[in-house]
């Protein structure tokens, strides 16, 4: 696989594709992360239209795996999805981040092209205002958090949140890329 490096910011968010690599600058960090595989990927999909729905993905993270970034997708939808008070939890219980989408996207980014699929919805919301919205994917597409760090140790990790659907003709789910370091 060829691999190709990419300068960061430490606070900047990137979605670690296949056949790429990256190095973060800016901070005391110099490895390189690289992707090794999607987890739970499909799995749970949901579509149709419903209310605010309960997902859940669980996250198996072996020895090889540095990071996570979290993946809120709606593929080939025709409709809309939205996604909202959405946590990352470890094999304990413990909420290692949680987000909310109450003001903005708090990290998360399109996962790729179109962009203007994704938009930050400020009138929708589960608990409050605000949400992110997946509308009109011909493919795979979502948003993107960059990075979950697991250290390199075995367990598993939950996602879980609401979303709810309108005409979502596709698969909507969460997932996550799991990310190497060198």
């Known amino acids: 696989m060829k691999k190709t490096a990419i300068a960061l910011v430490a606070s900047t968010a ?3 594709l296949a056949g790429c690599a990256t190095t973060r600058t800016g901070d005391s960090d110099p490895r390189t992360y690289h992707w ?13 239209t419903r209310d605010w729905t309960r997902f859940e993905a669980a996250i198996p993270a072996t020895a ?6 979290v993946l809120l997708r709606s593929d080939g939808n ?17 909420v290692l981040k949680s987000f909310g989408f109450d003001k903005d996207e708090e990290g998360f980014r ?13 009138d929708v919301g589960h608990n409050a ?4 919205r997946v509308s009109g994917t011909d493919g795979y597409n979502g948003w993107l958090f960059s990075h979950i760090v697991t250290a390199n140790s075995e367990g598993t ?8 659907l309108d005409k979502a ?5 969460a997932a996550a890329a799991m990310n190497g370091v060198e």
């Open 14 to 16: 990137l979605a670690l």
């Open 36 to 48: 090794l595989r999607n987890v739970a990927e499909g799995e749970n999909a949901i579509a149709g």
């Open 64 to 69: 090889e795996d540095y990071s996570f970034a």
């Open 78 to 94: 025709a409709g809309s999805a939205w996604f909202d008070d959405v946590e990352v939890v470890d094999a304990s219980g413990t």
């Open 110 to 122: 399109p996962e790729h092209d179109p962009a203007d699929a994704m938009a930050f919805d400020a």
């Open 129 to 132: 205002p605000g949400s992110l």
């Open 157 to 164: 990790y939950v996602i879980r949140g609401w979303v709810k």
């Open 169 to 173: 003709t596709g698969k909507t789910y």
